[in-house]
């Protein structure tokens, strides 16, 4: 049992996405958001328990991918194709594409980008040696938490700006965050080894800037704390850049 905790919270992982995917599919996007934070838990706890019960594998380790790859990767590409199903057939035709041709079937099936560019971001993780403490390029889990709370936000919350009924906004997301993922832009982790304000400066500024937002927009956080990671972690890359240069 010991041996095989962290695997059975990994296969907790894959549960949720899979939960996940038959919500999205019906157009439950509320509750495959909640699948999404579900899934998000367990992946944070499964590394957090092989590490602590000292049973870190490459068994594990491949277990781990294929259940990101799911939760992370398929599930938010359900989702925003579900979304963008809708918005095709309720919304007046996108430069001309009528609802149920082909070219209205590949719009909305540019949503699995994300899970191709999650693909190839774990499997490019898989291998990169320089990603044990920090990361190159967005994390699946983040993308798909930006993604997914994105969408929950435009469904389900009373105020909601017209930029989220534009499919034109999901594809640049798609766009966007399928690049953030196989970019080579350095992205802290969340894993503090230390609690040194020296080494994890960046971390504090996140956490603190973090509760801020979460004080402020309540549930909606989500969200803003992604984008707001992201902008951080692309500043601090253009800092050191430029500190380099000199």
Known sequence: MRKHAANIVTSLNLAAGCVGIILASDGLIGLAYLMVLFAALFDFAD????????????????????????????????MLYKVMQQLITYSSPIWGIEHGSLWAILLAGSSFFIAIFSAL??????????????FRGLATPANALLIASTLNFAFYSPEVPALLYDIRFYLLLIVISSFLMISEIPMFSLKIKSYSLKDN???????????????????????????????????LAGIAAVKGKK
């Open 121 to 134: 971001r774990l499997a490019k993780f898989h291998v990169d040696t320089r990603q044990t403490s920090s």
């Open 47 to 78: 590394g957090f328990v092989a590490r602590a019960l000292g049973t870190t594998s490459e068994f594990g380790k491949i277990l781990d991918s294929l259940a990101d790859f799911l939760s992370f990767g398929i599930l938010p590409s359900m």
């Open 201 to 235: 400066i960046d971390r504090y500024i996140f956490l603190f800037v973090s509760i801020i937002i979460l004080s402020f927009a309540g549930k909606n956080a989500v969200p803003l704390i992604i984008a707001f990671y992201i902008v951080l972690n692309i500043t």
